[in-house]
């Protein structure tokens, strides 16, 4: 990915706390805690076991800041602008589409 000054601007802005976002964190940590005290139960005292509880933290770590860069809440998202066509135009698209549709569905029909 290529570092822009939108980029930089991402992932520097402060997190935005919404009901949502704190549910997915939520989620996300509650599993990581269960995989770490897996790890503490079944993995004797040792560097493995630091690293690998180390790498759950990592992870969580990682996961939020992808929730607080990239997530999308519904209320957020932006509806898809419609595209609009003259009747003759969507008629014929809609043809196309069909037919492309059943030559997918059935090559042998080439």
């Known amino acids: 990915m290529a570092i822009n000054p939108r980029e930089i601007a991402i992932r520097f802005a402060p ?7 704190i549910a997915i964190k939520a989620r996300i940590s509650k599993a990581a805690e269960e995989l770490a005290l897996l ?3 079944l993995v004797p005292g040792s560097r493995e076991e630091s690293r690998a509880i180390e790498a759950c933290e990592d992870a969580v770590q990682w ?18 602008m419609p595209i609009l066509l ?8 809609c ?16």
């Open 15 to 21: 997190p935005k706390i919404d009901a949502d976002r």
């Open 39 to 41: 790890v503490n139960e």
């Open 63 to 80: 996961a939020h800041a992808g929730i607080d860069r990239r997530y999308v809440a519904a209320d957020e998202r932006r509806p898809a």
């Open 86 to 93: 003259a009747p003759d135009e969507a008629e014929a698209a």
């Open 95 to 110: 043809r196309a589409a069909m037919a492309d549709a059943d030559i997918a569905a059935r090559p042998e029909r080439l």
